[in-house]
């Protein structure tokens, strides 16, 4: 691997990584009660913390393909809640602060290191290990 | 790219199987590890029991008659089996309004007999606008206004959490309306209150702007949320829409809940809140109460939700 992709690897991995904890602290601090979001937020930070592990540990393409997909589909959901609401859940703005703005931020920057990833994988040296 | 390229080997595919299935497996004990932490911070707080422990029964409708409920006495009734059967006894019970569906004596005296059978030291009520359709919410009054002010408004502190009450459905346009001189009475109400005590408000419309446009909305909500913006929790819990929904601004948390009678469409289904007539069997799923708690330290109160079926 390049050093940009080992760069790429590691930036998708802490993205992850801190997306899962804005979502586990929210699970924990309350949001477990609210129905439905309650069990999606605890499914979104185990497996972004398990994602983030795995692709830290140098696990295959598709990890990264799929912590992207986790990524993309968290703020999609983030968008709903702020205008059309999630399974009847609805928030406003950058709330609950800081960590509505922390995941999303997180979130936008998991997607841009993995199209990133693909853009040099197209342009540059084969990534030999993620095949 | 040859299809040799795309052929995975042996090998490649028992690898890529321990991949994911480490990827499953570390899943699920992150989720079992953050339930955990979860659970030990509840029961960290917790010494035997919730705080408070209340149940939610909102838009009973009775004397509705029509194809999307044909019996809505008997939907109540099994609400009132369902909070009786939650294997303790709520601290109270609140109905969030249109207890009747036409403000009949009638209709307001089988509601009020049906609520006896409620196994809980206290039921209290708000109105909807079906409770007041002819008289400005006097027969209401009658029937279960005693100890309130002006046009049926009160509050009271239980479990060391403040309760307030709310009427925003007289004076009705097309919006929620509280009016000056509850604006008065919540801005006095709490006056007095350490902003960590928590606060929760009963009103039957949304305090929130749920959807404007079918009237699910208060028009001067703003004005007495104002008020509780320096408390560290408030929850609004209200009925009228027939739908779970929740919204959170700030430190308000805003809930919507079911009816025991029928349900209505989602916001902007359709050009108007008609009650929906779901497939034979399916009435009851859409149909429930509610089962809140609080416990003292926690800001959020905790919430489940109970189908009738």
């Known amino acids: ?131 | 790219m040859t299809d040799a390229a795309h052929t995975m080997s042996r090998r490649q595919l028992i690898r890529h199987s321990a991949w994911f299935g480490a990827a499953v497996g570390l899943a699920v004990v992150g989720g079992e590890v953050i339930s955990h932490i979860a659970g030990t911070a509840d029961a960290a707080r917790v010494q035997g029991r919730p705080t408070l422990r209340f149940a939610q029964v909102s838009d009973s409708h009775i004397g509705f008659t029509g194809k999307a409920n044909s019996n809505v006495a008997s939907s109540f009734s099994q609400a009132i089996d369902r909070i009786n059967d939650l294997g303790y006894p709520p601290d109270f019970v609140i109905h969030t309004g249109d207890l009747t569906h036409l403000a009949t004596p009638d209709q307001f005296d089988q509601v009020k007999q049906m609520m006896t059978g409620l196994r809980t030291p206290h039921v209290f009520t708000v109105p909807g606008e079906h409770d007041s359709v002819d008289d400005a919410g006097q027969k209401y009054r009658s029937a279960f206004g005693a100890g309130t002010r002006g046009d049926g408004w009160y509050s009271f502190d239980i479990a060391g959490v403040h309760v307030i009450a709310l009427v925003n459905t007289l004076n009705l346009k097309k919006l929620g309306h509280l009016g000056a001189d509850q604006l008065d009475f919540i801005a006095k109400d709490v006056a007095a209150l350490s902003s960590d005590t928590p606060v929760i408000v009963f009103s039957h419309i949304p305090l929130f702007a749920m959807y404007p446009d079918w009237g699910w909305g208060t028009d001067d909500a703003a004005q007495a949320l104002s008020n509780l913006r320096r408390f560290s929790s408030v929850t609004c819990l209200n009925g009228h829409v027939h739908q779970v929904f929740s919204k959170t601004e700030g430190n308000v948390t805003f809930y919507s809940g079911t009816t025991t009678a029928y349900p209505l469409p989602h916001p902007g289904d359709g050009p108007a809140p008609k009650p929906v007539t779901l497939p034979a069997g399916k009435l009851h799923d859409a149909l429930g109460i509610r089962e809140v708690s609080y416990t003292k330290g926690q800001n959020a109160l905790a919430l489940k939700e109970r189908t009738l079926q």
């Open chain 1, 1 to 131: 691997m390049t050093s940009a992709g080992l760069v790429t690897r590691i930036g998708i991995a802490l993205a992850l990584a801190v997306t899962g904890v804005s979502h586990a602290y929210l699970y924990i601090h309350g949001y477990r009660h609210i129905p439905t979001i309650g069990t999606a937020f605890l499914l979104q930070a185990s497996v972004s913390f398990a994602f983030a592990a795995l692709i830290l540990l140098g696990g295959p393409a598709w990890l990264r393909w799929a912590g992207a997909m986790l990524a993309g589909g968290s703020l999609v959901a983030f968008g709903l809640s702020r205008t059309v609401g999630l399974f009847g859940f609805s928030e406003q703005g950058w709330q609950p602060s800081p960590h509505a703005a922390l995941s999303a931020v997180a979130e936008v920057l998991t997607v841009a290191l993995w199209l990133a990833y693909l853009i040099g994988r197209r342009f540059g040296r084969p990534d030999t290990r993620s095949a």
